[in-house]
């Protein structure tokens, strides 16, 4: 079995950051990648970032390049995602999740195991 809890979300001013991390337990994760998804009120689940365990390999979704970096500290089994220059837009429950094929993979139903969410609130 795998957990994922997330932390670090919270309410923020347009322009600010903030950094969410998510801690991973019950399993090695060297064969697993893992990203981060989001969802908003109303919408659908949307995939944001994700990096492969082994090599730091990332891929982000085009509307938050230059703005988000994920990284991960394997030594806490702990992904992170920076996220700067903060747009009411991103306001949404952000998620992280886990899968065994690759760090390119956006697919909701590809992930195998996900976090309970934390809550990001951009005001303007």
């Known amino acids: 079995q795998v957990q994922l809890v997330e932390s670090g979300g919270g309410l923020v001013q347009a322009g600010g950051s903030l950094r969410l991390s998510c801690a991973a337990s019950g399993r090695t994760f060297s064969s697993y990648a893992i990203a981060w998804f989001r969802q908003a009120p109303g919408k659908e689940r949307e995939f944001v970032a994700a990096i492969s365990w082994i090599g730091g390999h990332t891929y982000y979704v085009d509307s938050v390049k230059g703005r988000f970096t994920i990284s991960r500290d394997n030594a806490k089994n702990t992904v992170y995602l920076q996220m700067n220059s903060l747009k009411p837009e991103d306001t949404a429950v952000y998620y992280c999740?886990?899968?065994?094929?690759?760090?390119?993979?956006?697919?909701?139903?590809?992930?195998?195991?996900w976090g309970q969410g934390t809550q990001v609130t951009v005001s303007s």
């Open positions: 999740a886990a899968n065994r094929l690759n760090h390119r993979v956006v697919a909701v139903h590809e992930y195998d195991y």
